[in-house]
């Protein structure tokens, strides 16, 4: 018996099967006919929010002939699996995102339904939400998505006890007051703003503030339009040297780098009285309430992020998720279905359940049911920042396709932990 | 012994019994089981190995994000990876790890291995103590650590004459402890179980001897144990290499490969530039880079240390 014949035969075989798989998962693409009948898929990010959206899905399939069905993909690997699934048979056909970057390189690849003919039938289908929230799903003027779940802004929180303790008695309003209180709480040996530097995006909200007061939302809009000749701009190394002051005075305490958001260990120095502040997005107050609901409701504060004398950025600009949105895949076999699905967005039914689960939506009804909200004031709070702010600026590494994330929290997690000064960092933005 | 050793050896057919059977059933040297005994495993090996392995090499030399097809670029991918600098980094801590893993779990894993070995009061209990890290996954380990590890409320937070501000994953160093030291707690368990049924192979007789010669114990451990655990020694190297290699759910979970590169190992800089940045081309050459180093690794143990020649550590017994 002639062994290795069989094994060079066996090898050649598996190389020739190799590449025709190749080929085959290359040009497979996708078909509306391979798509189940009367099913309509969901891709989901999966936490503890999908409770409203199987309802919502429930209440749809009650009378829809066309089923829909809620597929739960968790959080953290969410964007990568909706990379990998989106141009094969299995693709979903509605997908929830981020909007801006999350969604142009699908559109880049004709991958996603344009809305603009919908809403023409429907004009509701946008007048219905703030148009600064509607806008993050505009691609080169075209609408690709309807705003569901809610907006979350960007706040700087504080434990009010430590602060009232320590005998400040409001929260900075500029920056050089946040200087004097870390100054304050930090000759009081806390930790004067907590930091989950461990999980790198809390980091980058500080640079998002910076640059947009300092420098206006002008700035981050022109690097995102291709010009990074921003980066090294005066306004762009006055925010750099702003930020590094901060670090240097000791605002984060020295072991922010071990320190999570993720696994409660930022939200706990905040609820324990071991840190002042914490810069974060309006999920803390929902993050502190399932830890300590008494916490959140009595000791919790929160500001705007302070404004910074002679900066361009207006002091109401915001940042953080605009919002989160639906979008249509392009090969759904049911569009008219998945378009009158996306109508329940703005329903006062969706509102209703949004608002009692501590979620935010962006729709002109949203108002009317505040008062009904988890916790009234600081819903309400929260939505006169979205409606007044002049510009709510899309966080970073949502705003840039996924492909930048990496070096974008890698920039600034370096930079904080001083591995890297103002040159680095404006290298590492200007390669993206 | 003896007669263990003469029945492997005695010649096929030579008990007598056989006589007037068709010979080719027990398998004589000269027809050994057909090829078609080995088809299921080279099939699966085949379907899960060999093709994704062709199917990444291919992919190497294109650009793909995973929409649309891929487009070749001929060597673009290859000569930007070996101009990355977190690449050339990554196989230095990639180098660092198995080392440091080797050195840390070897010593520990063949002491507590023959210790497992013997017949000591308490030793059964023990033992399975020790086991119990081998039982959970590392995904949960990592978890673990990292709540353990917490600077404000974990451990750091209590010992600071030992962790200083507690800062022990936000430096180079002390996070690359850290996964070494989380390394040796899970695995030191399975080279340990290597190591007990390795030198309870050791013959009994040889101890004998060695004390009537006047051989205390640390003389025999490093005179018999030792090098009747030779054998054992390379497979557990060897698998270490390869585990070292591929390294990924403590670095992912512990320090995502932080402080800003400090710990972004090879394995780990795959999966980054794969299903982070999605350039699934570059990716790709990572893999073959770390496919040829794990083999070119293992070959070469295998030739030093003789192990291709599968002497029996037991010859002349």
């Known amino acids: ?432 | 012994m003896t007669t263990t050793l003469a029945n492997r050896r005695r010649p096929e057919g030579a008990g007598g019994p056989e006589k007037g059977r068709p010979t080719r059933r027990v398998g004589s040297s000269s027809s050994r089981p057909g090829f078609i005994w080995a088809l299921p495993a080279t099939i699966f090996f085949g379907l899960f190995a060999l093709v994704p392995l062709v199917a990444v090499a291919v992919l190497s030399f294109t650009s793909w994000s995973g929409l649309g097809d891929p487009k070749f670029v001929g060597l673009k991918n290859w000569e930007a990876l070996f101009e990355d600098p977190v690449m050339l980094q990554s196989l230095w801590l990639s180098l660092l790890f198995i080392v440091l893993g080797i050195v840390t779990q070897t010593p520990l894993s063949i002491l507590l291995g023959v210790w497992a070995a013997g017949n000591q009061k308490n030793r059964a209990i023990l033992s399975a103590i020790y086991f119990v890290p081998l039982l959970l996954s590392s995904a949960a380990i990592s978890v673990l650590w990292r709540a353990l590890l917490d600077p404000n409320f974990g451990i750091p937070g209590q010992m600071s004459w030992l962790f200083g501000d507690g800062n022990v994953l936000g430096t180079q160093t002390g996070a690359i402890a850290v996964l070494i030291f989380v390394g040796m707690w899970q695995f030191t368990p399975f080279h340990t179980l290597i190591y007990q049924g390795a030198a309870r192979q050791i013959p009994p007789v040889l101890y004998q001897a060695a004390s009537i010669d006047g051989a205390g114990t640390v003389r025999q451990f490093f005179s018999i144990t030792l090098p009747q655990l030779k054998n054992s020694i390379v497979t557990s190297v060897i698998l270490m290499v390869v585990g070292g290699l591929t390294t990924f759910e403590t670095v992912l979970i512990l320090t995502n490969g932080g402080p800003g590169t400090g710990t972004t190992i090879t394995a780990f800089h795959m999966y980054q530039e794969a299903f982070r940045r999605f350039d699934f081309g570059t990716g790709s050459a990572i893999a073959l880079v770390l496919v040829v180093i794990s083999t070119a690794i293992s070959f070469a143990v295998v030739r030093v240390s003789g192990y291709d020649k599968m002497r029996s550590s037991m010859e002349g017994l």
């Open chain 1, 1 to 432: 018996m002639n062994n290795h014949g069989w094994v060079a035969r066996t090898i050649a075989g598996g190389a020739a099967l190799a590449l025709g798989l190749t080929m085959a998962g290359c040009s497979g693409g996708s078909g509306a006919s391979s798509r189940p009948e009367n099913e309509l898929h969901v891709a989901m990010y999966g936490d503890a929010g999908n409770v409203v959206e199987q309802k919502m899905i429930d209440a749809f399939n009650a009378t829809s002939e066309v089923k829909i069905v809620l597929d739960k993909i968790p959080g953290g690997e969410y964007q990568s699996k909706l990379q990998t699934i989106m141009d094969t048979p299995t693709a979903p056909d509605i997908f929830f995102n981020w909007g801006g970057g999350s969604i142009k390189s699908f559109v880049d690849a004709d991958l996603v339904l344009p809305l603009d003919d919908f809403i023409k039938e429907d004009p509701q289908l946008k007048d219905a939400f703030l148009p600064s929230v509607f806008e993050t799903a505009v691609i080169d003027g075209k609408s690709y998505g309807v705003p569901m779940r809610g907006t979350q802004p960007v706040m700087l929180f504080n434990n009010s006890k430590v602060l009232t303790d320590a005998g400040i008695s409001n929260p900075p309003a500029t920056w050089e007051e946040l200087l004097e209180d870390v100054k304050i709480l930090k000759d009081k040996g806390i930790t004067p703003i907590a930091l989950g530097a461990g999980d790198r995006w809390p980091t980058l909200m500080w640079f998002e503030y910076l640059y947009d007061r300092v420098a206006g939302e002008g700035l981050f809009q022109k690097a995102l339009e291709g010009d990074s000749s921003v980066w090294e701009s005066e306004e762009s190394r006055k925010a750099l040297g702003m930020l590094r002051e901060l670090v240097d005075a000791g605002a984060f305490g020295t072991n922010f780098d071990s320190v999570k958001f993720t696994d409660g260990g930022s939200p706990a120095l905040l609820a324990s009285g071991k840190a002042g502040f914490e810069l974060m997005g309006s999920w803390e107050y929902s993050t502190q309430q399932s830890n300590d609901a008494a916490f959140a409701a009595e000791v919790l504060g929160y500001s705007e992020f302070p404004k910074i004398d002679g900066g361009k950025g207006d002091e109401d600009n915001l940042v953080g998720n605009t919002n989160n949105f639906y979008s249509i895949h392009k090969n759904t076999r049911y569009p008219e279905t998945a378009r009158d699905f996306l109508k329940l967005m703005y329903s006062d039914q969706f509102v209703q359940e949004q608002v009692a689960i501590g979620n935010l939506p962006t729709t002109t009804n949203t108002e009317k049911f505040l008062d009904k909200a988890a916790d009234p004031e600081y819903a309400k709070y929260q939505f006169s920042l979205v409606k007044e702010a002049p510009s709510f600026q899309l966080s970073w590494d949502q705003a840039y396709p996924p492909e930048a994330t990496v070096t974008i929290l890698t920039a600034v997690s370096q930079f904080f932990s001083g591995q890297i000064d103002e040159d680095g960092f404006i290298k590492a933005m200007q390669s993206l």
